[in-house]
C-alpha cells in the first residue's frame, strides 16, 4: 500500500511552441472544467522606473477592447461562455486565468487569445482607465495595511526595483500613451516572455486550440532593470538605510485612523537562496498559525491584538519577512517589546523537537493541498517554470523540509529575525 500517494506524482506536459512561449498541461481526470492560464515572466520590478506601474496598466487596458470587439462585446462573450475570469500583477509575473466547461474551452480561448494579443489600446478609453487606476491607487492609500506595506517594502528593499509599488505613481500613470502601450505591449507579451498553463478535463484537440490561438513569430521580450541584490540578512538592511541618512530601524506613518497598524521585519532570503525552506518553516513557527508562538503570546496570552501574523515575499534575487497586525495605539510599545522577546527566546533558548515537527507537518501539508483543484495546479506549473524553470515535484520538496534541522532554523533566526536588527514601520493616528 502506497502510504504517500503524492510521490507518484505525474509531471505537466511542456511543449516550446515554434515562436518561444512555452505550453504547459496538466490532466486532471476528477475535474469536470478546465483552467487556462496565460503568465508573463516578468513583474512590476522588472520595469524600468520611468514606466513604473507599466506591467498593471497593461493588465487593465487589455481588458478594454480589442480589433474586432468592444470592451462590453469581450465582458458579455465571457459571461456568455460563464467563464470565471481573472487577471493580476505581481512584482514577479503578471496572469490572466479562465476557468470554463469543456464545450466553451474551443471560443473561450480564441477570445483570451484575440483580447490579450490584439488589444485595441484607443486614446479615450486609456484616459478614462488612467483615472480608474488612479482611483485604485487612492483607495491603496485609504487603505492603512496597504500604505503601510508599501512604504515598508520600499524602506526594506532600498534602491531595489522590488520596493517600487505595483500600481506606480499618479504621475507616471498619466505618461502612458498609446505609443508607450504598444512598445510595452510588444515586449511584454513577446512569445519568449509567454508561459501557458493548462489544467482539468482537458480534451483531445485542447492543446491543439491553444497552439492556434497563441503562437507568434519569435520576438525580443522585456529585459529586467532589477538588481541583483546580494541577501546578507539584517546588515544589508542597515547598510542601504544608512546610506540614505535616515533611521534604520523606525518608520512612522500617520493618518485619521483608530488602530495603529505595524510590520516589524527584514530583507529575507529569495525564492533561490538555500535558506527558502528553513525560513517558511520559521514563518510558520513564528506566526503561521493558532498555535504559532507570536499568535499565542501577543493575541492568546496578552490579548494585544486582534490581527497579528508573520509572512515572507521572497523573489527572484531578494526577499523581505515581516510580522504585521493591528493595535490600540497605546498597546503598541508592549507589543513591540512582546515580539522581540519572543524572538530572542528562538535564539536563547532554541526549539525543540516536536515544535519543528509540527511545523513540518503544516508545511508539508499545505505543498500537498496544492496538488487539489484545477485552479491550483495550472498555478502551480506555471510558477515552477517561472521561478525554477523546471517543474518541482512536491515529493522532492517534503523531503527538503525533512531535512531540515533545529539548527538549521536557528541560524536563519540568527540571520534574518534578530530583535535587534529590525526595521519598524507604523501607521497611526495623527
Not at 7 to 23: I, K, S, Y
Not at 268 to 287: E, K, Y
Not at 326 to 353: F, T
Request: negative net charge; glycine residues 8%.
Amino acid at each position: 500500500m502506497n502510504l504517500d500517494p503524492y510521490r507518484n506524482e505525474t509531471p505537466p506536459r511542456r511543449d516550446l511552441l515554434p515562436g518561444g512561449a512555452v505550453l504547459l498541461s496538466t490532466p486532471v481526470r476528477s475535474a469536470h472544467a478546465v483552467t487556462l492560464g496565460v503568465w508573463l515572466r516578468t513583474g512590476s520590478q522588472d520595469e524600468v522606473a520611468v514606466l513604473g506601474g507599466i506591467s498593471h496598466f497593461v493588465e487593465h487596458m487589455v481588458f478594454k477592447g480589442t480589433e474586432k470587439r468592444s470592451a462590453f462585446d469581450v465582458a458579455y462573450t465571457f459571461d456568455r461562455l460563464g467563464a470565471a475570469v481573472d487577471a493580476f500583477t505581481t512584482k514577479d509575473l503578471v496572469a490572466f486565468t479562465i476557468k470554463v466547461l469543456p464545450e466553451y474551452f474551443r471560443e473561450a480561448t480564441e477570445l483570451l487569445a484575440e483580447m490579450l494579443l490584439q488589444p485595441l489600446f484607443d486614446p479615450r478609453l486609456t484616459e478614462l482607465e488612467q483615472d480608474v487606476v488612479l482611483e485604485e491607487i487612492q483607495e491603496a492609500l485609504d487603505t492603512p495595511e496597504d500604505r503601510l506595506h508599501d512604504a515598508f517594502a520600499g524602506r526594506v528593499y532600498g534602491g531595489h526595483a522590488r520596493g517600487r509599488p505595483i500600481l506606480g505613481l499618479p504621475a507616471t500613470v498619466r505618461s502612458f500613451d498609446t505609443a508607450v502601450l504598444r512598445e510595452q505591449h510588444s515586449l511584454l507579451f513577446a512569445p519568449s516572455n509567454l508561459v501557458i498553463s493548462v489544467a482539468g478535463n482537458i480534451q483531445e484537440g485542447f492543446l491543439d486550440v491553444v497552439r492556434e490561438a497563441f503562437d507568434e513569430p519569435s520576438r525580443p521580450g522585456p529585459v529586467s532593470e532589477a538588481p541583483v541584490t546580494e541577501n546578507t540578512g539584517a546588515a544589508a538592511m542597515v547598510d542601504i538605510d544608512l546610506n540614505e541618512g535616515i533611521d534604520p530601524f523606525r518608520l512612522d506613518l500617520t493618518s485619521p485612523v483608530i488602530q495603529t497598524y505595524f510590520e516589524i521585519g527584514n530583507l529575507g532570503p529569495s525564492f533561490h537562496h538555500p535558506d527558502r525552506i528553513p525560513v517558511f518553516l520559521l514563518t510558520n513557527l513564528l506566526g503561521g498559525g493558532m498555535s504559532s508562538r507570536i499568535f499565542q503570546a501577543v493575541r492568546e496570552r496578552e490579548g494585544l491584538a486582534y490581527t497579528v501574523y508573520n509572512y515572507n515575499d521572497m523573489g527572484t534575487d531578494v526577499g523581505l519577512v515581516s510580522c504585521a497586525g493591528s493595535c490600540s495605539p497605546d498597546k503598541l510599545g508592549r507589543l513591540e517589546d512582546v515580539i522581540r522577546m519572543e524572538y530572542q527566546s528562538l535564539l536563547s533558548d532554541g526549539i525543540k523537537a516536536d515544535e519543528v515537527e509540527n511545523n513540518k507537518a503544516q508545511i508539508k501539508s499545505q505543498l500537498v493541498f496544492s496538488l487539489e483543484g484545477t485552479i491550483n495546479q495550472m498555478f502551480r506549473a506555471a510558477r515552477n517554470e517561472i521561478y525554477y524553470g523546471a517543474f518541482q515535484p512536491v515529493s522532492n520538496l517534503v523531503d527538503r523540509i525533512d531535512n531540515v534541522g533545529a539548527d538549521d532554523l536557528l541560524r536563519c533566526a540568527a540571520a534574518y529575525f534578530d530583535p535587534e536588527s529590525l526595521l519598524v514601520a507604523v501607521h497611526g493616528p495623527e
